[in-house]
């Protein structure tokens, strides 16, 4: 596993490196011409002369963990392809990222400098500085990381307990099980959602395999609930309430009638996901169909009566929810390196 790090000055990315030196067994490396803000993190580290060469070196024992602070653009582009490298970016208030500049001796600036600075490194304003050094902004860089950590924290200690609880060591961030690909791919079905109350989306899986998608919505042939076909949903009626007035289908029912077109043979193990528990109305469409799990992953207003339900039919209920991983990438190509901007072209397009 590597694990580079971006951020801000003292926004804490020395300190989460010496974390996962000392908490985690990670071995540090970076590019010799830093400076040396932390100089026992760096004597115990591996000096390498450029990100090319540090890159061969870890991807030869990708097994093994290694922690960087020293990462550009051509370096997190080069190594997002890795499926054994995630990105952190850190970030924290700016008054007290310059509180933890003059406590840790830094050269003393008065505020208004140490901000024009930040400025400088963060959006890579031209008109700033007539010689600004043309760059991917570390902005836009940082709209790249797998985690995005705020440290807000005055001790060491509150930072640590923050870094378990994100768990960056769990493999999933790298490679997702089953349960999580399939969330996952529940959340990206409920991007199609038309429905004016909340985006749901469903997926049905046999052997590993999806065999039917469905999201929320008016049903086919019908005016779209975002554009006014739904009058309930439209209305803003309380949740719940005018149900009977509701010409939405939803996310469970489509995927049922997609797979029962006479293609599914539900009489083995079918496993539904869906990213909001089912309502009590598609709980019993669920077990009449013969499905035999169900996974879920946000709560509803229903759920009491659903396990009650599925416990009755002998349909296993369970709560997954995966750790944070990004499915794609908002970004503002403005400053960036052409080369950068050309490996985008499939994002932007």
Request: glycine share 8%.
């Amino acid at each position: 596993m590597f694990i580079g790090i971006i951020g801000s000055q003292c926004s804490g990315k020395h300190t989460v490196s010496n974390y996962l030196v000392e908490k985690h067994g990670f071995t540090f490396v970076y590019l010799k011409q830093r400076q040396s803000t932390q100089p026992l993190l760096y004597d115990n580290g591996l000096r390498f002369d450029n990100i090319d060469d540090m890159q061969q070196y870890v991807t030869e024992r990708w097994r093994d963990r290694f922690v960087t602070c020293d990462i550009d653009s051509h370096g997190i582009w080069s190594l997002k392809k890795r499926p054994f490298f995630l990105l952190v970016s850190m970030e924290a208030p700016l008054f007290m990222r310059y509180q933890r500049s003059i406590e840790r001796g830094d050269t003393v600036l008065d505020l208004e400098t140490f901000v024009k600075n930040d400025d400088r490194a963060i959006f890579k304003i031209a008109s700033m500085d007539e010689e600004l050094n043309q760059g991917t902004p570390l902005r836009s860089l940082m709209t790249l990381s797998d985690i995005s950590i705020s440290n807000t924290f005055k001790d060491f200690c509150s930072l640590y307990t923050s870094l378990e609880h994100h768990d960056l060591l769990n493999t999933e961030r790298l490679r997702p099980s089953w349960d999580t690909y399939f969330m996952h791919l529940s959340d990206l079905a409920a991007r199609r959602s038309n429905c004016m109350k909340r985006r749901v989306g469903c997926i049905l899986v046999k052997d590993s395999r999806v065999i039917a998608t469905g999201y929320n919505g008016t049903p086919r042939g019908l005016t779209n609930c975002n554009e006014g076909g739904c009058q309930r949903c439209n209305d803003a009626s309380p949740c719940g309430t005018g149900l009977d007035r509701c010409l939405c289908m939803h996310a469970e029912e489509n995927a049922l009638l997609e797979a029962g077109r006479g293609r599914v043979d539900f009489s083995t193990g079918i496993v539904l996901y869906c990213n909001t528990c089912p309502c009590l109305g598609c709980a019993v469409k669920i077990v009449q169909q013969g499905v035999k799990e169900v996974v879920f992953s946000k709560s509803y207003g229903m759920d009491d009566m659903t396990a009650k339900v599925f416990a009755e039919a002998k349909v296993k209920l369970r709560q997954h929810s995966p750790p944070s991983i990004k499915l794609e990438m908002e970004l503002d190509t403005v400053g960036m390196d052409d080369k950068v901007v050309g490996q985008l072209g499939w994002i932007n397009g």
